[in-house]
């Protein structure tokens, strides 16, 4: 399984990014899939992911300003960035879990200024 995720890079707060996620895979009948996020010297955090029932749910940090979505004729997922902070500052990688293994993109670096 790969995955590749872009669409990063460097915006004002208060702006919006639009990250994307593209799939070597079918991703149709997949659910435990999201985006989590790193700073440096912190453990890496869930931002976003659809739940093993197909419902969503989001760190409090970003719910209200971040969305995820899929595109499954794509085998796309997206992570839509709104009202950006500079605490969003960090490398975005999205996941997805297979046979209780987990995969990881590469990371897309989001820098937010203030």
């Known amino acids: 399984v790969q995955l590749q995720a872009f669409g990063g890079g460097l915006v004002q707060a208060g702006g919006s990014l639009r990250l994307s996620c593209a799939f070597s895979i079918s991703i149709s009948s997949i659910n435990n899939m999201g985006w989590y996020r790193q700073v440096p010297g912190r453990q890496r955090e869930l931002v976003a992911r659809?739940?093993?029932?197909?419902?969503?749910n989001y760190a409090d940090s970003v719910e209200s300003r971040f969305t995820v979505s899929r595109d499954n004729a794509k085998n796309t997922i997206y992570l839509q960035m709104n009202n950006l902070k500079p605490e969003d500052t960090a490398v975005y990688f999205c996941?997805?879990?297979?046979?209780?293994?987990?995969?990881w993109g590469q990371g897309t670096l989001v820098t937010v200024s203030s």
């Open positions: 659809f739940t093993s029932v197909g419902s969503t």
């Open positions: 996941n997805v879990w297979r046979s209780g293994v987990a995969f």
